[in-house]
C-alpha cells in the first residue's frame, strides 16, 4: 500500500502561483508513475500532468502546457506541481496518484493510489 498525502493548496489571485506537495509512504517502491489530476464542482476528474519515478518523462494536459512543472524528489519520496500564472479555470481540487505500472497514462483508472486532494482557489 502506497499512502499520499497532498499539500500546498490555498486561495489566490489570477496570474499568481502556488506550489503543491504530494508525500509519498508505505510501499513506495509500487509507485512507478505520479501524477496529478484535478476535480471541480460538476465535472470530471481530469488529468493535469504526470511524471515517471525513475527518469525524466512528464507529460501535460493541454490546459497547463506551459504553466505548470512537475517534478520529483525521490530521496523525499515528494512529488511536486508548480503553478504558475493561474487562472480561474484552475480552481479544483488537486489529487495526487500513483501507478504501479511503468507507463505514463492520462486514465484516472490506470492509477492505484490516490491521496484525499488539496483545494485550489483562483479568484479572478
Known amino acids: 500500500q502506497v499512502e499520499l498525502v497532498e499539500s500546498g493548496g490555498g486561495l489566490v489571485q489570477a496570474g499568481e502561483s502556488l506550489k503543491l506537495s504530494c508525500l509519498a509512504s508505505?510501499?513506495?517502491?509500487?509507485?512507478?508513475?505520479k501524477a496529478w489530476f484535478r476535480q471541480a464542482p460538476g465535472k470530471e476528474r481530469e488529468f493535469v500532468a504526470n511524471?515517471?519515478?525513475?527518469?525524466?518523462?512528464?507529460k501535460y494536459a493541454d490546459a497547463v502546457e506551459g504553466r505548470f512543472t512537475i517534478s520529483r524528489d525521490n530521496i523525499k519520496n515528494t512529488m511536486y506541481l508548480q503553478m504558475n500564472n493561474l487562472e480561474p479555470e484552475d480552481s479544483a481540487v488537486y489529487f495526487c496518484?500513483?501507478?504501479?505500472?511503468?507507463?505514463?497514462?492520462?486514465?484516472?483508472?490506470?492509477?492505484?493510489?490516490w491521496g484525499h486532494g488539496t483545494r485550489v482557489t483562483v479568484s479572478g
Open positions: 511524471i515517471m519515478w525513475s527518469g525524466a518523462q512528464t
Open positions: 508505505g510501499e513506495t517502491w509500487n509507485a512507478n508513475v
Open positions: 496518484a500513483a501507478a504501479k505500472q511503468y507507463k505514463l497514462s492520462e486514465a484516472p483508472g490506470a492509477f492505484d493510489y
